[in-house]
């Protein structure tokens, strides 16, 4: 199939759709698929690359950060996406476009659809449906949600990367049908060292740091086990980091912290190898790249009962609380931090989850699968 991928996030910008997105169009390609990925441009990337296989076309959007783009950027995107994927889907005549969010990769596919007659799959993530993250998006989703309405109904086919997100979705759009296909990981990339040491506790936490992570959660948690030798490393960034750094001094954590800030993708096995337990206490999750990173790196994780860990995390493998529960999140703390033995044991059942069930290859496989369904191509 001749498959044009459109994600306003493309690496190394961007956050764990953009990473998804990568490692889904690189499985495409290995399973023998022409994926082109039109995406926003970042300072002095090159305007168009191969990367592994995989041909990026990186167009202007007023792209002011790497972590993350506001509402500015994402209209900037639909207006040049406009202009750029007309001419991409006319000079490549693709099978089909695969939208990665409703909006505002969705919202151009949809502009296009009537006019060039090119049929879109909508890859829902988690920011892009009305009722996620309400704190942060709910005046948004109030203006756009008769838009996303429209996109999600003229797709050939909608899928959420959770039982969870489709869950929320199908609230605000129960007529849609949707699908769920999770996200996968490059469990050759991201595997356990050679030797990991698991005492004294080294935790790790990965994602961008705002509200919606929870990491207030987890510094009050972990202020209840300043008596224990653990250390906390804290890799992304974002607006609510100095208030966290200021609760963490006033807790008396200050010195406990690593706070890494954004790393590029290259670096981040070395992160995951580094840790002997992974936090994760968002509010709200899609499916996290970053729990299926560490399960793969070998690592337990102790993360918030929410859509998307549910699916990752067993007890086998770790341990669920729910969100916005310090004392749970302390007391499961309490069970592993001085328990080396037991964490090595989850950390090897981790990855074997990952490699029976979470692999890209699988991802791309279901996905290949669903596009030639939808899209009419014989297999």
Sequence with gaps: MRIVLLNPEYPPIGGGAGNASRHLAQALVRHGHAVTVLTAHWRDLPRREDDRGVQVVR???????ADR????????FVLTGLVHAARLLRAQRPHGVLAFFGAPS???????????????????????????????????????GPVLRRVWRGAAAVVANSHGLRALAQRFEPRVPIQVIPNGVDATRFA?????????????FVGRVVYQKGLDVLLQALARHTARDWHLTIVGDGPYRPALMQQAA??????????????????????????NLFVFPSRHEGMPNAVLEAMAAGLPAVATRIAGNEELVTPQV??????????????????LLPAAEIRR?????????????????????????????????AS
């Design 250 to 275: 006033a807790l008396g954590l200050q010195t406990r912290i690593t706070w890494a800030g954004w790393q590029p993708p290259e670096r981040m096995p070395d992160f995951y190898a580094q840790a």
């Design 106 to 144: 969705g919202i151009v596919a949809w502009l296009l659809k009537p006019w060039l007659g090119v049929p879109y799959v909508v890859a829902l993530r988690g920011g892009d449906v009305p009722g996620f993250r309400p704190y942060d998006f709910a005046l948004y989703h109030r203006l756009i």
């Design 59 to 65: 167009i202007p959007a007023a792209r002011r950060r």
């Design 69 to 76: 783009s506001g509402a500015r950027e994402q209209a900037a």
């Design 345 to 377: 044991r989850m950390g090897a059942a981790a990855r074997q989850r990952v490699l029976q069930h979470f692999t890209w290859d699988a991802a791309a496989r279901r996905y290949a699968a669903l596009l030639r369904a939808v899209w009419g191509v």
């Design 192 to 204: 356990p060292p050679p030797a990991r040491a698991w005492h004294p506790p080294r935790l790790l």
């Design 318 to 335: 770790g341990r669920l609380v729910p969100p916005d529960d310090p004392a749970a999140l302390a007391d499961a703390l309490a069970a």
